[in-house]
């Protein structure tokens, strides 16, 4: 599709051309306006707007602008399944928007009035990529922490290793490792406490001649998943096992 069927008002320019001192690939009202942005304004004057293709296209910086009427509430955007991609909105209608692709499942994002935000679309559901009022992608945090050295064979005791948290995130998971493993005389048993508190309903386990906690036979279950932000955390080694050394945990979350 050519620049003229995406933006019929706009003209392209030659290569360096110039018009008021600015060089521009598109210029139309004194504005700037790059095919590679797809800048489109649409006007919007009822609760409803639907997309065609020929206004909305992968890399669109949408500015939504009230119509004649304006909306009259809250407006649900439309956008094409056909096309994909990254998109910009900008909305200036005067209401809040939410923007979705025409039945999706998922819950569509929005953007308030006066906000912009970058969202994306795989064709079957509008997600938000950056900035709205919809809530962005939540980011993947690991944080591990080694509780003994890699030789040392484990002993049990209280607050084995202490240490807080450099910011508040949600726990999803707790994995232990074992660079030795126990041998069959015995579990390693842990325990993590976020501020004297344990964090565990059902406690992590090593079983005996494995290294990993994923192969538990019981798995562990957790009481909390809210971590505070500078939280004093203590980390207890209730069985030790036979032999085992070198008590690593790595704990995974998101961030808000």
Known sequence: MTIEQKIP??????????????????????????????????????????????????????????????????????????ERGLFTVLNSCGQTVTVQVSGQSATPPTVANGDVATFVSDGVNVRTAAGASGSAP????????????????????????????????????????????????????????????????TPLTVDALEKTSTTATTAAVLSTTAMTDDAEVSVDIDDAGAGAAGLKLVFIGTLS
């Open 138 to 201: 939540s980011q993947p945090y690991d944080y591990p922490v080694a509780v003994s050295d890699e030789t040392t064979v484990l002993t049990s005791g209280t607050a084995k290793v202490k240490f807080r948290w450099p910011r508040g995130f949600t726990l999803s998971s707790v994995r232990a490792s074992l660079n030795t493993a126990s041998d069959s005389g015995g579990i390693v048993q842990v325990d993590v406490n976020q501020n004297g508190v344990s964090i565990f309903s």
């Open 9 to 82: 008002q706009a003209v392209p320019v030659a290569q360096a051309q110039v018009t008021d001192g600015v060089t521009a690939v598109n210029n139309r009202d004194n504005r700037i306006e790059s095919a590679a942005f797809g800048f489109v304004d649409v006007s919007i004057d009822g609760t409803t707007e639907t997309l065609t293709s020929a206004a909305f296209w992968e890399g669109s910086y949408l500015k939504l602008i009230a119509g004649s009427p304006a909306p009259s509430g809250s407006v649900t955007l439309n956008v094409p399944a056909e």
